[in-house]
């Protein structure tokens, strides 16, 4: 039996076999030949997606190039492709993606199957640029969607968190390639709640971090830049040797975290600029275990949520060492998306990965709710089905088209199982 576990370590699974298949017809065999399947990207969820006790797939090699429409407004790109090699190869080509998250390993499909998402008050996840899916299906069949051909499933494949089948072709929307020029400064977190609606509306992205015991954020704004002459350097936003010296030390010692904080606020709240390539600019160096809660709250109670956590936390003296992370993102017709109903704050807790996270996750989890959150789908949580239906109105759509599709729950693996009352049609019958 193989094991494999995600990206911050905290999730393992006993597949019976873990396959990298290079070429379509091996792996419509393997997913035909086999009882249950999942496959995973980068491994960059922090829930239990991946796990799975059967065929575990890995599709980094499947065969397959970035072919660019006439128009040159989308590509058919390789599912299992990382962000970071599609977007340097758009780059080549003269493209870009509009839009991108923190960090770049995870692979295409992985990010558009959870919703992965950027900051930008008019740009949605990366699930809304998919316009169109190749999928192998649990009896080893191949089927193509897009918003005309099988609309149905197409909307449920948008965010499909891995239960239709396993995507190996995926069409994507991309903009001509672009330079982004990145300012990062410290700001009062006052200052912040006044002027964020101001920067979010004159910038393409706004994001800032807070740690729970500072009042001091880190703002970073990014616009689009005219190509500098020469070399660009770009300036990653945290500097990762230094947060690292600060996580250890605060796990030693939790009594120095209200002192750390504000010191490492002011550290990372030094003015600097830079411009660079959008794909260079967009990902930042995560290098530092961390575990993640975030929630997608309307757009008009994010900073209020964001104040209630980080009151909770000092309040209870909760030994938090990661700063908060707060983003905007439109809104989406998605089924499974959280953003579905309408411009959201995503606020992300997180908390370093050797200390304990479930203790304030779970403290603060209520609030998120209370806020009427929806949690990020790669990331902690604790819904129930009876959640999911009810935060998710299409939701029931959702499961009609995965079980016309799987009727036998190949791909559903016992995560999914619960959050989606998963039955295998057999077991119903019985
Ligand atoms: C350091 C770090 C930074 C992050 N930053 C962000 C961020 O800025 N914004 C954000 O929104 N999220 C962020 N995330 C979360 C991350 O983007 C999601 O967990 C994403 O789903 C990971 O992609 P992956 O390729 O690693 O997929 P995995 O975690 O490996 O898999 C995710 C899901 O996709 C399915 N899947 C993968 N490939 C296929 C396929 N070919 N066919 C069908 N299903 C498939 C899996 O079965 C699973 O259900 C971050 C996570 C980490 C660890």
Not at 230 to 243: S, Y
Not at 306 to 311: E, Q, S, W
Not at 331 to 349: H, T, Y
Request: hydrophobic share 45%.
């Amino acid at each position: 039996m193989a094991e494999w576990r995600n990206w911050s370590q905290s999730v393992v699974a006993r597949p019976d076999m873990i396959a990298r298949p290079q070429t379509e017809p091996k792996l419509r065999q393997l997913v035909r030949n086999a009882r249950k399947v999942r496959v995973f990207g980068a491994g960059h969820s922090f829930m239990p997606l991946c796990e799975t006790d059967g065929l575990l797939l890995d599709l980094s090699a499947l065969e397959g190039e970035i072919e660019v429409a006439r128009d040159r407004n989308s590509v058919w790109a390789p599912a299992g492709m990382s962000l970071a090699k599609l977007t340097e190869r758009l780059w080549m080509l003269g493209l870009s993606l509009a839009n991108q998250g923190d960090v770049n390993p995870q692979s295409l499909a992985g990010a558009i199957a959870t919703g992965t998402h950027g900051t930008g008050e008019t740009l949605g996840s990366l699930s809304t640029f998919a316009l169109g899916f190749r999928i192998v299906t649990a009896d080893g069949e191949v089927v193509e969607c897009d918003a005309t051909r099988e609309p149905d499933l197409f909307q449920a494949a948008r965010v499909s968190l891995g239960l239709l089948g396993v995507m190996t072709r995926i069409r994507i929307s991309v903009v001509p390639a672009f330079h982004l020029r990145q300012r990062l400064f410290g700001a009062p977190i006052g200052e912040v709640r006044e002027r964020l609606d101001e920067w979010a509306a004159a910038n393409r992205h706004v994001e800032f971090f807070q740690f729970p015991y500072s009042d001091l954020a880190m703002v970073k704004i990014l616009d689009t830049a005219p190509a500098p002459d020469g070399d660009t350097t770009v300036i990653t936003d945290i500097d990762e040797r230094a947060f690292r010296f600060a996580c250890e030390f605060s796990r030693n010692l939790p009594f120095a975290i209200p002192l750390l904080q504000r010191l490492m606020a002011r550290i990372g709240g030094a003015v600097s600029e830079s411009i660079g390539p959008a794909w260079q600019v967009y990902p930042s160096d995560r290098t530092i275990p961390f575990e993640e809660m975030e929630y997608e709250v309307p757009r008009a109670v994010g900073l209020d949520t964001l104040k209630a956590a980080i009151d909770h936390i000092r309040r209870r003296g909760l030994p938090v060492t990661f700063p908060f992370e707060f983003r905007i993102t439109a809104g989406d017709d998605i089924w499974l998306s959280p953003f579905n109903r309408g411009p959201c704050a995503s606020v992300s807790m997180h908390q370093y990965g050797p200390m304990d996270w479930k203790t304030p996750f779970a403290a603060i989890e209520p609030i998120f709710r209370a806020a009427g959150g929806r949690p990020h789908w790669a990331k902690r949580h604790t819904l129930s089905a009876q959640d999911v239906y009810e935060l998710y109105p299409r939701a029931a759509d959702f499961e009609r088209v995965r079980a016309a599709i799987d009727p036998g729950a190949k791909f559903a693996n016992q995560h999914m199982s619960e959050l989606f009352n998963i039955f295998p049609r057999s077991r119903i019958a019985a």
